[in-house]
């Protein structure tokens, strides 16, 4: 089975006079894994639905492979579906949910069975075969809704949220395995997910949604490297954001003033928005967590751009890092994390300590203040 490539064009969806949904375009690769990401009530399951056939647009088109499916029938699509609140069959046993697909088809018990156990195995639920759905916990109930999508092999799947009843572990586990199988049977996969860990490992390309819009579409690498957007650079990845004041730009560099003592100079600036930047102008400014390389306060130097000075306020330990929490000098914001590997074994900064962050230039990124950004 070979997956189909998806297209939907400027789609609108209104609930009453409620715009939920707005002039999405989006073009999924045949054997694609793309997911939507983007935080609650943002139109995630509305734009899955419309995919699926159990919502329909007011404007706009959705093709899979050539065929115009915008108002078909959800069972005319071989289009797969995971939904949000599992939808298992009650009065079916685990075996039966997920052998349900292979029943519409003419496939002999044997195979049935030889396949109903194997998917059974990949999501861990061996021994659980004859329970109903209301005597499994809400993660086993999800694994069962996977299985019988996955069983089903159609060439277009799409999941929403499948794995976020489970615990992180498992979550990790099922992460990879959903992808192996997408892998091995190429299927077309749009996936729907809040968590931006789980969007990062598992997709070949993301679809950032904000307010039913989609805000940037590009490779995890893309956006975390690239984020177009304040509003996507604070929801990809962890980001530090300080007050800036824009102060000049020369030789290509803009330089942003953080406080009395203290400028940064940035190699980049968000495309589009450069009016933006006038003298005086305010700009958010946004670093990385590993992008900071913290040292213990310079002894002689006077300040130097791209040095932020500022107090250890706490040290968090993670497992493979320390998370180094530091209040900026004329900063009232919230203080500025700092990601020091466990490998660096020196790294040991303690509440109170008065410390230098020092930052590229390549890893201070620009924003206007106010626009786009979630405050
Ligand atoms: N049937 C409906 N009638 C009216 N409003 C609806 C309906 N379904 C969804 N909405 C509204 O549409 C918006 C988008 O909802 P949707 O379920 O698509 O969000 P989501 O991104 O999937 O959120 P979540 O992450 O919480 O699942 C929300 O404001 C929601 O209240
Ligand atoms: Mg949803």
Do not use: W
């Amino acid at each position: 089975m070979h997956g189909e490539p998806i297209d939907i064009l400027q789609i609108e969806k209104t609930f009453g006079d409620k715009s939920v949904v707005s002039d999405v375009s989006l073009s999924v690769k045949a054997g694609e894994f793309l997911s939507l990401l983007g935080p609650s009530g943002s139109g995630k399951t509305t734009l899955l639905m419309m995919i699926a056939g159990f919502e329909f647009p007011n404007a706009g088109q959705i093709c899979v492979g050539s065929r115009d499916i915008t108002y078909l029938a959800p069972n005319r699509r071989a289009v797969g579906m995971v939904f949000q609140k599992y939808a298992l069959f009650p009065h079916m046993t685990v075996a039966q949910n997920v052998a349900f697909p292979l029943r519409m088809r003419s496939v002999t018990t044997k195979d049935i069975n030889r396949r109903v156990s194997e998917m059974i195995d990949l999501v861990q639920l061996t021994g659980f075969e004859g329970r109903y759905p209301q005597q499994l916990s809400g993660g086993q109930q999800q694994r069962v809704a996977v299985a019988r999508a996955l069983i089903a092999e159609p060439p277009v799947l799409l999941m929403d949220e499948p794995l976020s009843a489970l615990d992180k572990k498992l979550r990790e586990t099922m992460q990879i395995e959903i992808k192996r199988i997408q892998n091995r049977l190429g299927v077309t996969v749009v996936y729907v997910t809040h968590d931006q860990e789980e969007a990062l490992t598992m997709s070949d390309r993301i679809a950032v949604m904000s307010e039913g819009r989609l805000v940037q579409v590009g490779s995890p690498f893309d956006l975390y490297q690239r984020p177009a957007t304040s509003f996507v650079a604070e929801f990809v990845g962890k980001m530090n954001f300080l007050n800036g004041e824009y102060v000049e730009a020369e030789l290509g560099k803009c330089r942003v003033r953080i406080s009395e003592h203290a400028t940064l100079s940035s190699d980049l600036v968000a495309d589009g928005e450069s009016e933006q930047y006038r003298l005086g102008g305010r700009v958010r400014v946004a670093i990385r967590p590993e992008d900071i390389t913290i040292t213990r306060r310079f002894e002689f130097g006077h300040t130097t751009d791209n040095v932020l000075r500022g107090t250890v306020e706490a040290v968090i330990f993670l497992g493979q890092a320390h998370i180094i929490l530091v209040q900026i000098e004329g900063q009232g914001e919230a203080p500025v994390q700092v990601l020091v590997p466990s490998s660096i074994g020196h790294a040991t900064f303690v509440q109170g300590e008065t410390v230098d962050l020092v930052i590229a230039p390549s890893a201070v990124r620009l924003f206007p203040r106010g626009v786009g950004s979630v405050q």
